[in-house]
């Protein structure tokens, strides 16, 4: 039987219940510092706090300490790993490779007891067999893929190694390899590997061709859509995926509810129909709450990405912020009253009052507003004077949605089954409640009667259904079997919900029985496999002398530091699976079109070279001069 995990993102701890409430089986979330994203740290209580609330399901919480780290920060690193797994954390994501080492042997003085799994952050780029095996080799019990990945290269390294792995099922995508995007430091001096992204992917840029001609003006052209491979779950399940990740450490507490129920469904969907197979990661029932919808919360448009092994078209260039949901096509305008009325783009359509909608202007940007007054087919609201007829509009806040989801809250439980009998002893009567939870606890209570017969045997044998068969706490009960051999006696309602209650509060001083992980430590570096590279750079991100010790330990000629990109003017600092030219059906492979030689991206007085490596199937991103002055 193999576990299915939904993983999913937590920017502070109330996202993280609202995620635990909605199915997740595990969720990750930043410690105070070193986390790949900047703006969602947490303290460590709060990480104690929802620990101790995710572990009442036997759900896990993984701490993202995935940044790289300086010399100088190795010691506070360090301490915070020990802070971390001392407040409850189940594993820990990482990218640099000193933590490898010092989960190992600590570092200076300090050497203590280190014990929860490391996890291989995405940002390790792992998308080859080889890399998988060294990583796996140096005690990482789980590899995180990169996203650009083909459910055959997964199961190529499925096969070549044993250790856990994840898969980015939902959100949205970075446009580069993970790890090796060094395009935010190269403007901005922000590196995108210690969490201060500018997001450059998602700017707008012109493309011109070697001799200066702007070919494309103004748009988007390194972003991508959104991830969603909901249903391509059972694909991945069989590949080898145990693992289904949300991407979305800075979203908001509405769109984690709802892409959780969505994908906690369709596992739910996974698991009943193979159930000889699959199971899930934690316990618990989710109950109640709202029919999810992933088209009504943040996405630029779907895509599967290269999980099929071919191209599509992925880009979202006409828009690097969410669009949301198509609804129509506008059909006319009222400037002086500021209204407007669409032809619905399907049937049932309905808007609300202060619903936000977009659309792209017609010089490319995209505008959005909200509808004041919204009845039936007609929006009125502010002036929005880049409106004309026959522009597509798009709705990228439901506020009808929004507030199902706030007031429909999902209710998790965990299912309890309770035998009830009656015993008779020295004149006094009893009952006896033995109840067993889904994870394998098992409690008694046992509470005196009236010792005297009930008057009607069915109805009393009801009331203890229903009054012992209720909630309590975060328990589910459900009354299994009654012994009904002798005289059942009369017991008030009340005497019954003291019972359930006791049963809750009994099965609480016992900790959920998680379900078994697989667990690696670092060993000695006698069992680490060589480096699959024979030189390490810079795009092996080695910034502190210890990480540089475990590359070298691996056979690797690393310089130090091997990060640092200033000296190094032809450096890649971007290399992706996407390329513009195929998007824009200009690739000789696949569209048979002339080569259009280097190509650039123009922002702001910055150019940047575009070349194409064809046998890979790749494009490469380099800062050049701009066409012109190479002229």
Request: charge should be neutral; charged fraction near 25%.
């Amino acid at each position: 039987m193999r576990q299915l995990e939904l993983l999913a993102p937590a920017r502070d701890i109330q996202v993280g219940i609202a995620a635990i409430d909605c199915g997740a089986d595990a969720v990750y979330i930043a410690g105070p510092q070193f986390g790949a994203r900047q703006a969602a740290g947490n303290t460590v209580d709060d990480i104690r706090q929802l620990c101790s609330y995710a572990h009442r399901f036997g759900a896990r919480i993984f701490v993202a300490l995935n940044t790289i780290l300086y010399d100088d920060e190795l010691e506070a690193a360090y301490r915070q790993m020990l802070q971390v797994q001392e407040a409850g954390a189940d594993a820990l994501i990482i990218q640099d490779l000193s933590i490898i080492e010092m989960a190992r042997s600590g570092i200076g003085n300090l050497r203590e007891d280190f014990h929860i799994p490391l996890h291989a952050s995405t940002q390790c780029a792992i998308r080859t067999p080889e890399q998988a095996v060294f990583l796996e080799s140096l005690g990482f019990s789980r590899l995180i893929l990169e996203r650009e990945l083909s459910l055959e290269q997964i199961r190529a390294i499925r096969k070549a190694v044993t250790c856990e792995l994840e898969f980015f099922v939902h959100g949205a995508l970075c446009v580069c390899y993970s790890g090796q995007c060094y395009l935010s430091e190269r403007i901005a001096g922000r590196s995108a590997n210690r969490g201060a992204c500018i997001q450059a992917c998602r700017s707008r840029y012109d493309l011109a061709d070697a001799s200066g001609r702007i070919l494309v003006k103004d748009k988007a052209l390194l972003s991508l859509k959104d991830y969603n491979l909901k249903a391509r779950i059972e694909e991945l399940a069989d590949a080898g995926i145990s693992s289904f990740k949300i991407e979305g450490r800075l979203k908001n507490a509405s769109y984690v509810r709802n892409v959780v129920r969505d994908y906690s469904m369709a596992l739910d969907r996974i698991v009943e129909k193979r159930a000889d197979e699959y199971e899930r990661g934690s316990f618990g029932s989710v109950t109640g709450g709202f029919v999810p919808d992933t088209s009504k919360t943040f996405n630029r448009g779907y895509t599967e990405l290269y999980i099929d092994g071919k191209r599509g078209k992925w880009a979202a260039m006409d828009a690097a912020k969410s669009m949301g949901e198509e609804i129509g096509e506008i059909t006319s305008l009222n400037r002086e009253r500021s209204a407007m009325t669409i032809r619905p783009a399907r049937k049932g359509i309905s808007l609300n009052n202060g619903d936000g909608f977009s659309f792209v202007a017609k010089d490319g940007n995209v505008v959005g507003f909200r509808g004041d007054v919204c009845e039936g087919q007609s929006i009125r609201c502010k002036a929005v004077p880049e409106a004309f007829v026959g522009a597509r509009l798009y709705r990228n806040m439901n506020v009808a949605f929004e507030r199902e989801l706030e007031r429909q809250a999902c209710t998790r439980s965990i299912d309890v089954m309770v035998d009830v009998s009656f015993t008779s002893a020295d004149g006094s009567s009893h009952l006896k409640a033995v109840a067993l939870s889904e994870d394998g606890r098992s409690v008694e209570a046992v509470s005196g009667t009236s010792g005297q017969a009930a008057d009607n045997r069915i109805r009393m044998t009801e009331m203890i259904r229903s009054q012992i068969g209720k909630a309590a706490l975060h328990y589910r009960f459900h009354v299994r079997n009654i012994d009904d051999a002798g005289d059942i006696p009369f017991m008030s309602a009340s005497a019954l919900n003291a019972v359930r209650r006791e049963l809750a509060e009994m099965l609480e001083q016992i900790p959920c029985m998680k379900k078994d992980i697989l667990l690696r430590k670092p060993e000695g570096m006698e069992a680490w496999k060589r480096f699959p590279q024979k030189n390490a750079t810079y795009k092996n991100n080695i910034s502190n002398l210890l990480s540089e010790k475990v590359h070298l330990a691996c056979g690797a000629a690393a310089a130090s530091p091997a990060y640092e990109l200033s000296h190094i003017h032809d450096a890649e600092l971007m290399r992706s699976k996407y390329c513009i030219r195929f998007e824009l059906g200009m690739c000789p492979k696949h569209h048979g079109c002339k080569d259009s030689g280097p190509l650039f991206l123009l922002n702001n007085g910055r150019s940047f070279s575009l070349s194409f490596d064809c046998r890979n199937c790749e494009m490469v991103l380099k800062e050049s001069d701009s066409p012109q002055s190479r002229k």
